[in-house]
């Protein structure tokens, strides 16, 4: 079965710097979602890659797709503490509806 | 405002108990999901439903039931056959094969 592994776990970042999280997957990804969750609260859409070198901005966060459809990077740029959160991808293995979720990683953005 | 709400926020439920979380979109998705999340995990899915009056169970189904009557709910019965059913409880909707939006989400604490 399709695995979505995420690094790294947890992220401590000071205020204005730049940060890169990665999803890797086991299999071919047909659809790689990211979202973003505060605690305690439902998931986010942020941003949706389906072709081999995709690339998507919004706002400061930019989201990639690596040619063989394997990994998938999040970069912020200047972060902020709005960026706060808990950022999972997810990823469908064919032509299914089903997603399945990497662990996430948790972000903390200090002053 | 077209969106997903769950209800309630918080339930707690003493052993031996069924427990039913709620599930209402008004988005006109026609599937929709239930996930469950628990710490250092991502999420995993439950059950899903495709179209009304059809569902399929995904990976952790048991000890849990639903029932698709109608577009726009899909509610989820924490069974006492659930043996830790405490975990943070995400239901979704899409379009087809489309991206996923989430409810705000249901804490379910067994007492």
């Not at chain 1, 991808?89 to 997603?99: E, F, I, S, V, Y």
Request: glycine residues 10%; positive net charge.
């Amino acid at each position: 079965s399709q695995e979505l592994e995420q690094s790294p776990q947890s992220l401590i970042v000071q205020e204005g710097k730049n940060l890169t999280i990665n999803c890797t997957s086991s299999k071919t990804l047909y659809g790689l979602y990211w979202y973003k969750q505060k605690y305690g609260e439902g998931l986010i859409f942020l941003m949706m890659l389906q072709k081999g070198g995709e690339e998507k901005s919004h706002e400061k966060i930019t989201a990639k797709l690596d040619e063989k459809k394997q990994q998938s990077s999040l970069h912020i740029t200047a972060s902020q503490p709005s960026h706060a959160g808990i950022y999972l991808c997810g990823a469908r293995g064919g032509n299914t509806d089903k997603l399945i979720f990497g662990t996430g990683t948790r972000l903390q953005v200090f002053p | 405002d077209g969106g997903i709400t769950q209800s309630p926020k918080y339930l707690f439920r003493k052993e031996g108990q069924n427990v039913t979380l709620s599930c209402e979109q008004n988005l006109n998705h026609d599937a929709m999901y239930w996930y469950r999340q628990d710490p250092g995990q991502g999420l995993r899915l439950i059950y899903y439903s495709q179209i009304v009056n059809d569902f399929q169970k995904g990976d952790i189904a048991e000890g849990y039931s639903v029932s698709r009557e109608k577009k726009e709910s899909f509610p989820l019965t924490v069974t006492s056959a659930q043996k830790n059913p405490t975990a943070f409880y995400l239901c979704a909707s899409s379009i087809g094969v489309g991206e996923q939006f989430f409810g705000p989400g249901t804490r379910l604490t067994v007492l």
